[in-house]
């Protein structure tokens, strides 16, 4: 006779969804929104300085920062999804996972040192 | 002299075959209702015993002789021949590990399908006489309970091919649907549950082949969607 060996569920998959979904919202919103500015300067309308007066403002680091946050759950979650489907072997799935969620990491704190200025 | 349809079929006998072949057979066209199933049978009677298929009701309710036609998944028994584009190329389900010719291994399947526990599960006492649906209520059935379990969508499934040890694949999911939707089913909760998986639901990547592939004109992903926001209505 057969034996059917049922793990069951992980309990899991429906945050993965979610945030990917919930990211994806964010980034529809929040990254056409460099574009603008990059348009009204290449209009002439903002100079270097308003632009650097732009940025510099608490809300748009506060804003560029959220953006970043969803651009790396988006992409770390869409890439996941790949890997898992894409490689079979449970070792390389992991280690590839790992290794993208520390270069996306590092991305991260890079890019928010800069939007901060951390160090001055 | 009768009109002769051109036919190549995937042969493989583990036993003796290094390796599958497509063998081409000619049949005459019996009339202007033949479906791809009466060339099969013509095949086996007539032309060589030892092809092997699945065959049994021979008008889309059993859903045995579940084929890979011209590369699009459908049943022998209800595919005219007609329209057709010759030779055709008849092969067995994808993804599925052939046992001889046209018959593929569905064990894996049915496994699949028992997972989901697809009976009425209560925990209320069985009333005296039956429990009762609304018209609206058993409308909800309504694109659910035809599955006939041919497999066409889930061995369309890309996702399925490549997890389909642990992604339950669209036949599978529709059939969850079916008992979540059921009002006189009461383990919604518990069924959830059990689909709450990165793997066993959330694999669906909303790619659609199933929907095109079924035979009865089923929506496996409209199902799947639906279990989806079962869940997210639970979470949120």
């Known amino acids: ?120 | 002299m009768s009109e002769m349809i051109k036919l190549s079929v995937f042969r493989y006998d583990p036993e003796k075959d290094d390796k599958p072949f497509m063998q081409a057979y000619e049949v005459p066209l019996s009339g202007s209702g033949m479906k791809l199933l009466d060339a099969l049978n013509y095949i086996k009677w007539k032309l060589d015993g030892t092809l092997t298929y699945r065959r049994s009701c021979g008008e889309g309710v059993c859903g045995s002789d579940g084929l890979n036609i011209n590369g699009i998944n459908g049943l022998a028994c209800i595919t005219p021949i007609a329209g057709l584009k010759q030779p055709i190329h008849v092969r067995p389900l994808p993804g599925m590990e052939v046992i001889r010719d046209l018959v593929v291994d569905m064990d894996h399947f049915f496994d699949q399908y028992r997972q989901i526990q697809p009976w009425l599960k209560t925990t209320t006492p069985v009333p005296e006489h039956e429990r009762l649906q609304t018209p609206g209520q058993r409308a909800e059935l309504d694109g659910q309970y035809e599955c006939i379990l041919c497999g066409c969508c889930t061995t369309s499934c890309p996702s399925w091919w490549w997890n389909g040890d642990r992604f339950l694949g669209p036949a599978t999911l529709l059939q969850a649907n079916r008992w979540i939707v059921d009002s006189r089913d009461e383990a919604m909760g518990e069924r959830l549950d059990q689909l709450e998986d990165a793997f066993r639901l959330y694999r669906c990547h909303q790619i659609m082949n199933c929907m095109e592939a079924c035979p009865k004109d089923l929506n496996p992903t409209a199902a799947i969607d639906n279990i989806k926001r079962k869940i997210l209505a639970r979470k949120s």
């Open chain 1, 1 to 120: 006779m057969r034996l059917v060996k049922e793990p069951g569920s992980a309990r899991s998959g429906f945050r993965d969804w979610y945030l990917q979904r919930l990211s994806a919202v964010v980034l529809a919103v929040l990254l056409p929104l460099p574009f603008v500015v990059l348009i009204l300067v290449y209009a002439g309308v903002v100079d270097q300085f308003g632009l650097l007066d732009i940025v510099d403002h608490f809300v748009s680091r506060l804003l560029h920062t959220i953006l970043i946050f969803a651009l790396i759950i988006h992409a770390y979650m869409g890439l996941k999804v790949m890997i898992e489907d894409y490689v079979p072997a449970i070792g390389w799935r992991v280690s590839l996972i790992g290794g993208m969620l520390v270069m996306m990491s590092g991305f991260g704190i890079w890019w928010m040192a800069i939007i901060w200025a951390w160090g001055g």
